[in-house]
């Protein structure tokens, strides 16, 4: 695989100070398939520096002309798409067909709407005698995760930038090579040196440092909540905004008059999708205790579909984790109907699509995010009973209701103490806002909400 031996600082690709690489793994054969530096301190300060120092122009600049520039990046990301999937799948295992469809197009269209957003957006509004300015937050630390790797890199860089903020992008060290794909393209489309700047490099290290560092105004990061409660508590004694994307146990609640097989199997293709690996997947199936052992045989059968045809996960580390809560599951009593914490290859981080029933609320599997093809299936007496499971974890990013009616579905929707919910399988909108209720984050991305993150209000009256 093609990669930059340096980091995207100020406008070219330059050495790391540290010298110290990251080596990336193929997770389907296991084998090192790039380097890429491994950033230091310095190195994260050089590039803090270097997105302070562009600020002012950037920040100045006028929105019709950063639309411009968002739109000739998207058209950049179009003229990299194949090579975007390609990478994807080398370095995240993702099935080609599905990095195209989505490691690849959603990014994509997320610019797109960034390009119109900024085009379009009231950064100047009247109130009364005053007049309020939407203006740029500042310098924003942008840290990512692996799962979709250029899609949560794109979901903060392109409204930041849209903002007027210049960025320092910190990925995760299992999937640089998208990032600098990403970087290559923010160079085409002609964004001015030093707005944006690519340090690849290790949570703890180049992570922190970028979290902690006081040329920052805004922290964004998307990953795990034990990462994020401590960027939170750093961020909060430096009085520093910050946007945390966090974990999730979504809820799918089939209600007795929705469309059983349609519910069920739309619940398991949403589970199974990138190995798992979602943090707003629908990993608990709500049923009614009538339509219980239906809906369980229809899972059994839909899971077993799924059997070759999904990812390996990412690496080594994570596929320990999904197999031990496989095993935690069936210590807890939870009833394995398919699947099961033996790796179905030898080679590369694989874990067999795998659904458990009998799974009760208060049980492992049903509390905490697993991040791996991993369903659980429990049993609700009544509607209120659905809505207490339904509620009953720290977590509420996403989650789905099914029901013969759609009133019906919303009224039940509306009581999720959860961010999205879809309906009846709604689509996708990568204009609508995403983000958590309780521990699941805090602030919103994508769409005018989005938007709205990095970008801070001051008013003059006349
Ligand atoms: P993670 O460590 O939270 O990784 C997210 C990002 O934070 C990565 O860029 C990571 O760098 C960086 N990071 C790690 N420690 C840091 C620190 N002390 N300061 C600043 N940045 C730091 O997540 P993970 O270890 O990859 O995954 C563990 C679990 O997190 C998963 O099993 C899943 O439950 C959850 N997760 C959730 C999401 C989501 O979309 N909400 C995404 C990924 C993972 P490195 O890559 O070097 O670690
Ligand atoms: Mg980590």
Redesign the pocket.
């Known amino acids: 695989m093609k990669a930059h031996d340096g980091i995207y600082l100020d406008g070219a690709w330059r050495p790391a100070l540290s010298g110290e690489v990251i080596d990336v793994v193929d997770p389907v054969d296991e084998q090192v398939i790039a380097r890429v530096p491994a950033a230091g301190a310095e190195d994260v300060d050089a590039a803090v520096r270097a997105a302070r120092a562009a600020l002012p122009g950037w920040a100045a600049t006028a929105p019709a002309e950063r639309a411009a520039r968002l739109s000739a990046l998207r058209d950049a990301l179009v003229a990299r798409k194949d090579e975007i999937a390609e990478t994807v799948t080398a370095e995240l295992g993702a099935p080609l067909a599905f990095s195209q469809a989505v490691h690849a197009a959603v990014p994509i269209a997320v610019a797109g709407s960034y390009a119109d957003l900024a085009a379009r957006h009231a950064f100047e509004e009247k109130v009364g005698n005053s007049t309020v300015f939407h203006e740029p937050v500042g310098v924003v630390a942008a840290?990512?995760?692996?799962?979709?790797p250029l899609h949560?890199v794109v979901a903060k860089v392109a409204p930041a930038l849209a903002a007027g903020c210049t960025v320092v992008l910190?990925?995760?060290?299992?999937t640089p090579l998208v990032a600098q794909l990403f970087a290559e393209a923010v160079h085409d489309a002609g964004v001015p040196a030093g707005v944006f700047n690519l340090v690849t490099?290790?949570?703890?290290v180049?992570?922190?440092a970028?979290?902690e560092h006081p040329g920052v105004d805004l922290v964004s990061?998307?990953?795990?909540?034990?990462?994020?409660r401590?960027?939170a508590a750093t961020a909060g004694a430096a009085i520093k905004k910050v946007a945390l994307?966090?974990?999730?146990k979504s809820a799918n609640v089939i209600l007795p008059s929705a469309d059983l097989a349609k519910a069920v199997n739309v619940g398991v293709a949403n589970v199974m999708s990138n190995s798992g690996?979602?943090?707003s997947a629908w990993t608990r199936m709500l049923v009614h205790r009538d339509q219980y052992d239906e809906a369980v045989e229809l899972a059994r059968t839909a899971a077993a579909k799924y059997g070759d045809r999904i990812g390996p996960l990412?690496n080594a580390?994570?596929q320990a984790?999904?197999r031990g809560y496989i095993e935690k599951g069936v210590a807890e009593g939870a009833r394995l109907v398919a699947g099961g914490a033996e790796p179905p290859r030898e080679r590369g981080y694989f874990v067999s699509p795998t659904v458990f029933a009998d799974v009760t609320p208060e049980m492992t599997v049903a509390q905490e995010?697993?991040?791996g093809p991993v369903l659980s299936v429990l049993r609700y007496e009544d509607e209120e009973d659905a809505l207490r499971i339904a509620n009953g974890t720290v977590y509420g990013?996403a989650g789905a209701v099914w029901a013969g009616d759609e009133a019906e579905a919303v009224a039940f929707a509306r009581r999720m103490d959860t961010g999205q919910v879809d309906i009846n399988g709604g689509r996708f909108n990568p204009l609508a806002p995403f983000g958590g209720y309780k521990q699941s984050?805090v602030g919103r991305e994508l769409g005018a909400h989005g938007l709205a993150e990095y970008l801070q209000t001051k008013s003059l009256q006349f």
């Open positions: 840290i990512t995760p692996w799962n979709y949560q910190k990925p995760a060290e299992d490099g290790l949570g703890p180049a992570g922190q970028l979290a990061f998307t990953g795990s909540t034990a990462v994020g401590t960027i994307e966090l974990g999730g690996q979602t943090c990412v580390k994570q984790r999904v995010e697993i991040f990013l984050g």
